[in-house]
């Protein structure tokens, strides 16, 4: 089982994910953040009910303890905003309000 990360990360693609693994975690299997990556700004796209859903997420945040760190689930897919990323991932990230609940997109 495993997620997909892709966006500004360090090795973008395919990580295990365990049945506890956290966003953090993910992302720090994938190398963490670059140096053009924005922390500040990473979605998680899953599928929910059938439908296709997303929330956006704080990593600074998380860090800092101000915010919980969310499980992630096999068939996520986690997008680190950043000058990395492709037009559409830039477009579907601006559209997403930084709450940490999921809503059809």
Do not use: C, H, W
């Amino acid at each position: 089982a495993s997620v997909t990360i892709d966006g500004s990360v360090g090795k973008p693609g395919a990580v295990p994910a365990a049945s506890a693994t956290t966003l953090m975690q993910a992302v720090a299997q994938a190398g963490g953040v670059t140096e053009n990556g924005n922390a500040r700004r990473v979605a998680i796209f899953r599928q929910i009910d059938g439908r296709r859903q997303a929330a956006a997420f704080d990593l600074t945040s998380i860090r800092r303890g101000e915010s919980p760190d969310p499980r992630v689930y096999p068939g996520d897919i986690i997008v680190v905003d950043g000058s990395g990323i492709k037009a559409l991932q830039k477009q579907l990230m601006n559209n997403l309000p930084l709450l940490s609940i999921f809503r059809p997109f």
